[in-house]
């Protein structure tokens, strides 16, 4: 008996479970898919790389039957399978982690877990159920009270319980939708771990990524996909960063950007002891002080909510502030408004392109022109004057390189790089003393993302002082002159940019208070 | 099982924009025929009459034009707030406190204090923006500083403002003279809005189309050249299209929502004073037969679009017209013109969605 099911699992180790052959899906306009052709292995972790757009989600949707594709084959175990449903495929054992989590909140752990199962059909045993989750949290190392309510649980907690649901529901193949997002370094590594130990029992995962260093580390083979189509599948131990790097984007990628050294010059925003609440009442910044000098990046990290949206809207004006004062060249700003701080010279790049940053149904100039109306050439008394206002954009549009159709394309038709082109457009050619910029490359391709932290780079060297609020640790890593870690509205620490230690920012984030050295 | 659903167009063609009012038009009519028939008359000879009625003739068209004024005065204010995603619902009320005000100035100031009629009828134009535009500004001031839904207030104030004014006509400023009828003493005949007369030379000399056709379409003129040439327009557009973006970008919203939903009230103050000074020449019971509700149908239908809303208003105010003809001539109820009102809504706004979705079935 025990010699078969070992024999078993061995003849069946390198059993292709996922089989998804030239899968055609279009949308009016677009093929997000063109005869994508993916497998996945027993017990692999297997990564499906691409940039925004490439058709890793369209793919993942497809394989989850939210979407039905024109053509292609799918075959489960080696069982042809037609999804109509998610329902169908969670039938057939898979199971997605989405970015975002499909939680509720005001619910417990285990709540979640059944939620919408069919099984208890009249009578809930929750005590049952709770011994189960909990047994399934043992099994895998995935730390969880089942008992625990939703909103008590951090980010990485409540990743747990997506995995753990996906798994209560049989899931043989596991998808994770770029599920390091979300984490500090040490979480990611303990999710990790918990994939590794997956895999080890028999599970399949596809994790779907445009990290290339995660990718590298964690994924025994990679599926690279661009522009819908599947550019090549290969073992993770036979390349390397750079060859993927360029597959994904389909020509050779700098990884290093000159960051010259700078002398910083006069102190631009001083912050003291700033507090402010949050959207629901409760403090989210409870007396952060920190400063930024001319010709200096200083990078705030940490694990998103712990207060950095409220940092960048309290320093905008767009919050108010219970207590504390701000400074922005030695006059105080602290009780101006928004349009008055923007008139002081303050440079936001809002941590949401399309809801924050840009007016989608409005065209190229009417959003180049949305801090400057008011203000000539573009203002002529109480008229805007279009003609200005159009020469203007036209200039900062072939400035910036946006690439658009023309003027009169509205925001909403520009992709991520070339929205948050224009943004930059608008708000560095004001030439800004200070620029908050959140998340300034959240979302954007390889090639955007180069240019934007480019444009960040050329703005220190010409004199502003940047305040770069990213959850991305590489990216204020790489930026920044100075380090500050912010956890639940408290600064953690300060480290230097180039000497940081990226386990003590990871344990800064996680909430520990460090004495970190130049 | 057969699953329906509606999946995003990319871009609507732009045939499909201008379809959409046609086809729903066409639609309520074949709709409203059924109707008809159901009252045991010919849709076709009925739809002839009305015709007739509100276009066929310079007299019936001019009838349809005296119409068409507080519906376009209404409409553009309801349009102006519902450019910045503010549903002004409360058109209807503002319109008679216009009234009222407009009244309260040409029976009693007028009688009070010596002044030129010109002068009298300018006060009572501003008069009935003031009370208007302060009607509207309350559920604005309401929903810009403590959030409350501008949807509900707006509308709850409407009956406020009805049997405010009623109260008004019924008691305190009745006619002794009127012989019981619900109504206020007539406007001094030098106050009353000029008729255009001469100026309408296509129109048979006697007819009743007022100064009021001239407020609305400068109102109309000055709209599309505030939305689409002026700072504060583009302000409005811009909270109207992402209210957070205009927050970012430092654009005072609740002060605009304040001063939009006044200038809604504005407008349909206005159209009280209009048919208080136009055509009724006194405050009376049924003075707005729900020009104020139709204003939105209008503005909705006139996709926003100052200009369209003339014409729109125009064609609603033909379908009242209408709706009189037929009743008096074939017997059938006035208020099919009110069904055909409601059904061109449903249908514009199906056609709205289809516009923006298609429909896919799997």
Redesign the interface.
Known sequence: MVSTSTLQTVSRENEIVVSMREVTKR???VVANDRVTFEARRGEIHALLGENGAGKSTLMNVLTGLY?PEEGEIAINGQPAQFRSPKDSIAAGIGMVHQHFKLVETQTVTENVILGLDAPRFRLDMSRAEADVAKLSEQYGLKIDPKAYIWQLSVGEQQRVEIIKALYRGAQILILDEPTAVLTPQETEELFITLRDMVAKGHTIIFISHKLDEVMSIADRVTVLRGGKVVATVNARDTNKAELAEMMVGRPVLFRLDRPALEPGEMVLRVEELHAENDKGLPALRGISFYVRAREIVGIAGVSGNGQSELAEAL???RPITRGRIFLNGREITTL???????AGVA?V?EDRH????????NLT?NI???R??HPPI?RG???D?NQAREMSSELVSRFNVQAPGLDTRARLLSGGNLQKLILARELSAEPALIVAMHPTQGLDVGATEYVRQVLLEQRAAGAAVLLISEDLDEVMQLSDRILVIYEGEIMGEASGEKADRAQIGLMMAGQRQEVGY | MIHIRLEP??STPRWVSWASPVVSIILALMVGAVLIAAQGASPIEAYAAMYRGALGSGFGFAETLVKAIPLMLAGLGVAIAFRMQLWNIGAEGQLWMGAWAAAGVGLFLYAAIPMPPWLAILLMMLASMLAGGLWGAIPGALKAYLNVNEILTSLMLNSVAIFWVLYFVDILWRDPGGLGFPNTAPLDKAIWLPKLGALLFFLPPTHRVHLGLAFGIIAAAFMWYALS????G??V??IG??K?????????IARNIVLVMFLSGALAGLAGMSEVAGVAHRLQRGLSPGYGFTAIIIAWLAKLNPFAIILVSILFGGLLVAGEQIQMTMGLPASISLILQGLILFFVLAGDVLSQYRIRF?
């Open positions: 949308f009016p306009g039905t905008n004006g767009l408004s928004a349009r008055e701080i923007i008139d936001h809002p809801t924050d940053g840009s007016v989608g149904d409005m009417e022109i949305l801090k109306y008011r203002a109480p008229v805007i279009w | 167009r990319l040439k002026m700072q504060w583009y302000e557009r811009v299209l992402n957070r973006a205009a927050g970012f970008a430092g654009m005072p799997r």
